[in-house]
């Protein structure tokens, strides 16, 4: 029998199918376990290729990087040149069952239909979690998402680059003070999206190319319903796609 992607103390699979930068880890973790003296926190990531990368590659300022996860072999390799001797694996739910209890924190940064189901597991062994946004595929796992960070304690943060860099953050504590005045009206746009979505894609891909063999298909598929495998899905374009993503909306309002 397959391993369940959640919790069913909090939430099932059924619940999900019909509801469902460099200041990276730049917050104080509160490890559940005992530290010796010269103890380092044991940090670990989920999704390590594109964004994942470069999250990933900032938390080995914070600890010692002791596990990685990645669907794509690939990337895996490439994220742990520096890490020749962390644990690898393709499924999260592997390596927080065979490895969590040697974990104090950890990066999520997957497709957003895992972000809840990662985490959630994580925190679920009082491990501490840097998710990427968006926070969650829907607004229910994020409220479950928090009740479960309260109920164990654990330190949680969203990544979003463009608002943890100093220079937004000035710009917002200028306006915020008055120095523009009284501001009546906000004009935001984006180039998004830059990958395949609707309307202009309006049927599923007919074509079946071949699993690549560096591929873990059925981890990348997690949650979601189960469909064939095609490269226009992964990596990166699964924003487009529901199953897997949030769209444009959904991929740049967290900005």
């Not at 029998?1 to 200041?23: C, D, E, I, N, P």
């Not at 594109?50 to 914070?62: I, R």
């Not at 009082?126 to 926070?135: F, M, N, R």
């Not at 999206?193 to 598929?221: C, L, N």
Request: charged share 20%; with cysteine.
């Amino acid at each position: 029998m397959a391993k369940s992607y959640v919790q069913t103390t909090h939430y099932s699979r059924r619940a999900f199918l019909g509801a469902s930068a460099s200041s990276a880890f730049a917050f104080t973790f509160l490890p559940s376990r005992v530290f010796g003296a010269n103890e380092r926190l044991q940090v670990a990531g989920i999704g390590v290729g594109g964004k994942g990368k470069s999250d990933f590659d900032a938390t080995s300022s914070h600890g010692d990087v002791v596990a990685a996860c990645d669907v794509d072999a690939r990337r895996l390799d490439v994220a742990l040149r520096k890490h020749p001797n962390a644990h690898r694996y393709s499924d999260y739910r592997e390596m927080l069952e065979k490895f969590g209890d040697k974990i104090d924190a950890l990066n999520v940064s997957t497709p957003d239909h895992h972000h809840a189901p990662a985490a959630m597991r994580a925190m679920e062994q009082g491990i501490h979690v840097y998710v990427q946004k968006p926070l969650s595929h829907t607004v229910w796992e994020a409220r479950q998402m928090r009740l479960l960070a309260e109920k164990n304690n654990i330190c949680t943060q969203m990544g979003n680059q463009g608002t943890a860099e100093n220079g937004l953050r000035a710009g917002a504590e200028f306006v915020q003070q008055g120095g523009l005045g009284k501001v009546k009206d906000v004009h935001v746009w984006t180039n998004r999206p830059v990958w395949p979505q609707a309307p202009g894609v309006t049927e599923r891909f007919k074509e079946t190319p071949p699993i690549p063999e560096h591929i873990d298909w059925e981890s990348f598929i997690g949650p979601a319903p189960m469909r064939p495998y095609h490269p226009n899905y992964t990596p990166f374009k699964w924003r487009g796609w529901w199953d897997y993503g949030t769209g444009a909306l959904g991929d740049m309002a967290c900005h």
